[in-house]
């Protein structure tokens, strides 16, 4: 008897408050990105390369001690739920189920209100969709007798077990026309998302009847789209069909398997690319998990920057076809051009990484792979070559070539030694291919920095001007850089204690008079204060995770930094710091009187000022002697502030 899999409706629900402390509490920020981003450890933090932008030098770093994340190459940060929401495009909501569920917290949810389940996303449907489409056609598959007899068949003829099916949710949609999308229309989804994840048609037919189902997943696991292969002999049905394009899914920005594949490809740092959905599946089941697929595509400049999140070492599994290998190779260069290392086994004729594996089983295919695979440059010489067949204009072309995917490797050692090999095999001397690469590499910066001038130029407006250039009067803003310093003092000081009283009071103390002028730094120092008039305290993560976006994004910044101190810097340097404290004091007491010096400057400059326009006022000689009173007593404060910061203040000459 089939369970009921046509009607699960999504109920839309708020989690509690203390589910999301709970939540909050739990997660360990190195360990949800280090999901996502191969980390590694520097001192206290971790660093990797950044998921959000493209770089070869990691910029991106995780503190364990702040609970935060930051790229100081694009200025990504946040905490460990941010992350989730900005690395899978989550809602919050979809962020907190995610940790909850990584960690084995059970997520207690109170039940939203009409308006508010208006206010879903599309984006969000669509996921709530797909996941729905997976669970059914997974069931399906399994519980029912078409499902079993037709696809369960399929499955196990191709030698695959009940624990792979399970981990990669394997499925059969039913043949009957529209009998899935009858099920989900009941469930209370809308035709027309149907339509746009192309899981039913307009005559609300079902896509992929009668087919064997093969889930899509981002490296979270969220169901992107889905591949389904017919079982039917008529060789007028295209034998794959594929989910098209949403706003969910980009085929080229996904590899399959990755999602099974992230931890292993990372801890055994290589990753193997095959062809198709059997081929990570048959891989993965013969215990070789550290493999993912292109799905029939070239593969793409996104797909190697996720690769390369987990590894710089990819070993590509091509069939052996050499008309189908020679043009896969002509679209690695961008697996070079993003500094990976490129191995490729060619398997032999008639073979692929599925039959491969069950014939050899691991441990041979794994033999084979290790000792058969050649770099990417050495095998592309060498077949190249081979297909030139000793034609001189051939031949030019292949050498021609592979000084272009030289010229593309970033790393200059790397790029030296495969000029040495490559000259090698070609019969050419090491110089003139040297002389070819450099001038390539010459020719794309030149290219580069001419498409850059371009482009500054067109963003510059014509305007001659009409009369002589005056240089502006400059006005000095010299407050903001120290209270920004203040804000980072009280973040960095929380819970901190300084000769028996706390850091953060002592700060309020020496702040009683000043004011803070620009409001973004004053709402959070008014936040402290009236935090600590009712003696409560004020914890780091309070600001990490802030409602309000704008001020979260401030100390997220403020908290972290590029700059680490060594674990062993004190035995390094033979210096020793017997009274930490007392050096937070002393930057707390600098920062601030810094600040009030700026502030007492600005002062005098004011005075001053009304000081001339009063002495062409013979009437207002008392005023005078008081302005003149006021700026005495504020040079005296100046001198003291001076004295404390280690300040020389030069004399202010106005030009005349």
Known sequence: M???????????????????????????????????????????????????????????????????????????????????????RFTYREALKFIAKRYNIEVEETQRSEEQVQQDTVRESLYIINGFAQNYFHEFLLQADEGRNIGGSYFRERGLNEATIQEFKLGFCPAGGSVFTDAAIAA???????????????????????????????????V???????????????KYVNSPESEIYNKSKV????????????????????EGYMDVLSLYQAGITHVVASSGTALTTDQVRLIKR????????????????????????????????????????????????????????????????????????????????GDPVKTAGVIKEIAFSISLIPDSIVRSLYIKSASTTLGLEEQILLQEVNRLIRKKAMDKLGKEDRAS????????PTQPERKPHITFHFDEPQEKDIVRLLLENSNYELEGENA?????????????????????????????EQQEFLSQSHFINHEDETIRKLCLNLLQSPYELSDNWEKMHE?????????????????????????????????????????????????????????????DFIRQLSEVTGTVVMPYTRNK
């Open 224 to 238: 992107l789209g889905f591949g389904g292969r017919t079982l039917s002999a008529d060789k007028k049905v295209p």
């Open 188 to 222: 209370g989804y809308q035709h027309e998302l149907l339509k746009q994840l192309g899981l039913s048609n307009d005559q609300k037919r079902d896509f992929y009847r009668g087919r064997v189902i093969f889930p899509i997943h981002s490296i979270s696991g969220k």
């Open 504 to 532: 953060i009071v002592a700060i309020l103390r020496n702040l009683e008079d000043v004011e803070i002028d620009n409001n973004l730094y004053k709402q959070v120092v008014d936040e402290y204060r009236k935090f600590y």
């Open 2 to 88: 089939l369970r009921s899999i046509h009607a699960v409706p999504y109920f839309y629900a708020v989690i509690t408050k203390e589910t999301i402390d709970r939540i909050m509490e739990t997660a360990r920020v190195e360990e949800v990105v280090g999901d996502f981003v191969s980390l590694k450890k520097r001192g206290s933090n971790y660093i990797g390369l950044c998921p959000f932008h493209n770089e070869k030098t990691p910029s991106f770093n995780v503190s364990p001690s702040k609970g935060i994340y930051k790229c100081f190459g694009c200025g990504k940060a946040g905490n460990a739920v941010g992350f989730v929401m900005e690395h899978e």
């Open 457 to 464: 130029a067109e963003s510059v407006p014509d305007q001659t």
């Open 310 to 389: 987990y590894t710089k070492n990819l070993t590509i599994l091509y069939d052996g076809d050499p008309a189908g290998v020679k043009a896969a190779l002509r679209g690695l260069d961008i697996s070079l051009e993003e500094g990976l290392n490129v191995k490729v086994m060619l398997l032999p004729q008639g073979e692929d990484p599925d039959t491969w594996v069950q014939k050899l089983g691991a441990e041979g295919f794994l033999e084979k792979v290790s000792k058969e695979k050649k770099d990417l440059i050495h095998l592309r010489t060498s077949l190249f070559l081979e297909e030139a067949a």
């Open 255 to 274: 590899l399959y398997g990755m999602y099974q594949a992230r931890q292993a490809v990372s801890s055994k740092d290589e990753c193997f690319l095959v």
């Open 575 to 635: 210096v020793y710091i017997k009274d930490k404290s007392y050096l937070v004091q002393k930057d707390i007491v600098k920062s601030i009187s810094i600040l009030k010096l700026k502030k007492v400057l600005r002062m005098k400059e004011e005075i001053e000022n009304q000081l001339r326009q009063l002495q062409q006022d013979e009437a207002a000689s008392q005023d005078m002697q008081h302005a003149m009173e006021d700026i005495r007593q504020l040079q």
